[in-house]
């Protein structure tokens, strides 16, 4: 699995904990091996693919999960004036390809309007109080790319969804999601 992983070391062990920001996983022991291989591990966190294994300990306050492999996906350093002249490179069509499969998509499936209608989505996680609804019927897709682009999404059931919720409830005075 990929995941965000932030070490913090436990004082009272004399070892290193994991937590995984998007798993919710919390004080996962790691080999030091993997912390002398990747030491970015130690500076805030960084993005890996991680094998994740379950285990039954004697100790029954040892961590149940064991971490297996790491292997960082996270670039440790970006040249941005070589980055930028190799986008500038990438027509509007190629971009559009890149984003649709970085969202999970085969863009070959799509046509031009249906990469622009699907890339419409990603719009509340890149501008700020901006709201969209979708409206269909289930199954069509509506709700795939904020339940798996961003843990920061926000999705809401249309059967859940009342003005109070949304707006201000006159009961409390409480702001509603979109007030956030």
Known sequence: MSDKLTLELNDKGGFYEVEFTNLGLKKVPIHVDFIKRYPKLLVGGIWAITDVEYELPADPKASLW?????????????NHEEFLAARAKFSTDEWMDVLMQSVGFNPEHFSRRGKLLTLIRLIPFCERNYNLLELGPKGTGKSHVYAEFSPHGLLISGSEVTAPKLFVSNANGKIGLVGY
């Open 66 to 78: 064991l971490i297996a492999s790491v292997k960082p996906i996270q670039v440790a350093g970006v």
